[in-house]
């Protein structure tokens, strides 16, 4: 009885195995979806498709196996299994195997994996087994032979299902991973490089206007002659004799011709004496002899009204302005120009 006892957990063990065991090859057959079929019957080709599994998710994949039996003296021809899947499905795996079988036959067995791209049903095939004589063969025959009639496999259908969940295919087609980048019109471009090119210029203008103000006006030059002439005409302008305002008259008419003469001449004039300046001009060549007795009695006369206190005539007054106009003229050279800081004004100018 004991050892009775002792046995029993043992066959208990054993039965939980079977039943798992056939549990298991149940559920494999369950969910196992082969197609296996067989074309060429007796003849020198004969041919096994299988395709295993048939039921496939977007995440897995399929074996598609053809065993080829040939008559001696006969070999296969490439198969290319790709010429013969639909759009959906691509070969990523290949294996090709050639053995002699019972009989002097010929066993060739060439295996793909099919992968899918998305879900949907898809055929695969028909296949069709093409077999020719083999080069030894047709040596020893004297010449070839006509070959076999190929032998063509029937399509077989691939369910491919989806991995992702109901309504999950829609919110992953929703939109691309990355958004397409924004492309900014030409025009705005345009007008970007036209906006910069008027702050350029508007900050050019506005530097160059304040440059030109810190230099102040640019210098006006004019021939010695020509600004002495307009000194004379703007002194006349004023009515001085007329206004019985001789003195003043004869220092302005004295400064307009001691000017002309150091513009002119470079003689250093307005500074000196009457007769430091006339000892100056007696030294240089600058002067003719006649020039500069000209020079002394015009000096010597506006002396006496400037410091004797001497009263001079209408037509006196006025023939100092000729005097001065006459000696301008007759030495006037246009080569000799003169610095001119304010364009127009009164004698000082």
Same mark, same amino acid.
């Given at each position: 009885?004991r050892s009775?006892?002792f046995?029993v957990?043992w066959? !208990?063990?054993a039965?939980?195995? =079977? =039943?798992?065991?056939?549990r298991?090859?149940? *559920? %494999?057959?369950?969910g196992?979806?082969r197609s296996v079929?067989?074309?060429?019957?007796d003849?020198?080709?004969?041919?096994?498709l299988?395709v295993d /599994?048939?039921?496939i998710?977007?995440? $897995?994949?399929?074996v598609?196996?053809l065993?080829a039996?040939?008559?001696p003296?006969l070999?296969v021809k490439e198969i290319? !299994?790709s010429?013969s899947?639909?759009?959906?499905?691509s070969?990523?795996?290949?294996r #090709?195997?050639?053995r002699l079988?019972?009989g002097?036959s010929?066993l060739?067995?060439?295996?793909w =994996?099919?992968?899918?791209?998305?879900?949907?049903e898809?055929?695969?095939?028909p296949?069709?087994?093409?077999?020719?004589?083999?080069?030894?063969?047709k040596?020893?025959?004297g010449?070839?032979r006509a070959?076999?009639?190929p032998?063509?496999?029937?399509?077989?259908?691939?369910?491919?299902a989806?991995v @992702?969940? *109901?309504g999950e295919?829609?919110m992953?087609?929703?939109?691309p991973v990355?958004d397409?980048? &924004?492309?900014t019109p030409?025009?705005?471009w345009?007008?970007? $490089?036209?906006l910069?090119?008027?702050?350029a210029?508007t900050?050019?203008?506005i530097a160059?206007?304040?440059?030109r103000a810190?230099r102040g006006p640019?210098p006006?030059?004019?021939?010695?002659?020509?600004?002495?002439?307009?000194r004379?005409?703007? @002194?006349m302008s004023r009515?001085?004799?007329?206004a019985?305002? #001789?003195?003043? #008259? &004869?220092?302005?008419?004295?400064l307009?011709?001691?000017? &002309?003469i150091?513009?002119?001449? $470079?003689l250093h004039?307005?500074?000196r004496?009457?007769?430091?300046f006339?000892?100056?001009t007696r030294s240089?060549?600058?002067?003719?002899?006649?020039?500069? %007795?000209?020079?002394?009695?015009?000096l010597?006369?506006?002396? @006496?009204?400037?410091f004797?206190a001497v009263?001079?005539s209408? /037509?006196?007054?006025?023939g100092v302005?000729?005097? =001065?106009?006459?000696?301008?003229?007759?030495t006037?050279?246009?080569?000799?120009v003169?610095?001119?800081?304010?364009?127009?004004g009164?004698?000082?100018?």
């Open positions: 009885m009775g006892w046995i957990p066959v !208990l063990a039965l939980l195995v =079977v =039943v798992g065991c056939d298991a090859g149940s *559920a %494999r057959s369950a196992s979806t079929q067989s074309v060429g019957g003849g020198p080709i004969r041919v096994t299988s /599994p048939t039921a998710t977007t995440a $897995g994949r399929s598609v196996r065993e039996r040939l008559a003296g070999s290319d !299994l010429k899947l639909p759009e959906g499905l070969v990523v795996d290949s #090709f195997d050639a079988a019972e002097g010929s060739v067995v060439r295996e =994996v099919v992968e899918p791209f998305l879900a949907g898809y055929a695969v095939g296949i069709t087994v093409e077999a020719t004589e083999k080069d030894a063969n040596e020893a025959s010449g070839s070959a076999p009639e032998v063509r496999t029937e399509a077989v259908k691939i369910a491919v989806s @992702l969940k *109901a295919e829609e992953a087609a929703a939109k990355v397409p980048p &924004y492309e030409v025009w705005v345009w007008s970007l $490089g036209g910069a090119v008027l702050l210029g900050a050019w203008f160059a206007r304040r440059r810190a640019e006006v030059f004019a021939p010695a002659h020509e600004v002495a002439l307009r004379m005409s703007e @002194l009515k001085l004799v007329e019985g305002r #001789f003195k003043e #008259f &004869y220092e302005e008419a004295s307009i011709l001691r000017r &002309y150091e513009d002119r001449f $470079g004039a307005p500074e004496t009457t007769e430091e006339l000892a100056e240089s060549s600058a002067l003719m002899e006649e020039d500069v %007795r000209v020079l002394r009695r015009f010597g006369h506006c002396d @006496l009204v400037k004797a009263i001079p209408t /037509p006196e007054a006025e302005a000729a005097t =001065v106009r006459e000696f301008v003229e007759r006037r050279d246009v080569e000799k003169v610095r001119i800081d304010v364009p127009s009164g004698v000082g100018a």
